[in-house]
């Protein structure tokens, strides 16, 4: 992939397969925003809607790596809405100025991890989908739990 670049010298080919914030921050082709669609996400559900400017969702700090920048919204969100951390256990899905869509709760928001190799240590499965329907559950065997 990077070879033809001539920027590196090695090959570190997996966290490449989930993409994630910060692999999509690096822009090796000038001429391209986005080499890779993300795979790995978070799935949260919407949990409050009692404020105008934001919904609050059940995913914080404890959801994802804190390392770098926040999660992105992938899908399941009003376009321009912006994921903000709210403390441990929730975060905040803050509405564009003049969005009149709201979320209810119950909806469901995925949203693309800052930073996947801390952020799967979090977790004991993947929940892998494929075009909206649930195919496998994978154990995460190496995150330190006997």
């Known amino acids: 992939i990077d070879h033809r670049f001539d ?8 966290s490449y397969v989930f993409t994630d914030v910060q692999y999509n921050a690096v822009q090796l082709n000038p001429e391209s925003t986005q080499l ?22 059940d995913a ?14 992938f899908a399941g969100a009003p376009s321009g809405a912006e994921y903000k951390f709210m403390g441990d256990e929730h975060g905040a899905i803050v509405y564009p100025k003049g969005v ?8 469901m928001v995925s949203c693309i991890v800052p930073h996947c190799d801390p952020t799967v ?5 993947y929940h892998c989908v494929q075009d909206n ?6 154990p995460i065997d190496a995150r330190g739990n006997p």
């Open 7 to 14: 920027l590196f010298t090695e090959l570190q080919a997996g």
């Open 36 to 57: 890779f669609e993300p795979s790995l996400m978070v799935q949260a559900s919407v949990v409050s809607t009692s404020h105008d400017s934001h919904a609050v969702i």
């Open 60 to 73: 914080g700090f404890k959801s994802f790596a804190t390392d770098g920048p926040p999660p992105e919204i």
């Open 100 to 107: 009149n869509d709201r979320l209810k709760v119950g909806d």
């Open 121 to 125: 240590n979090l977790y004991d499965h």
């Open 133 to 138: 329907r649930l195919i496998e559950i994978l």
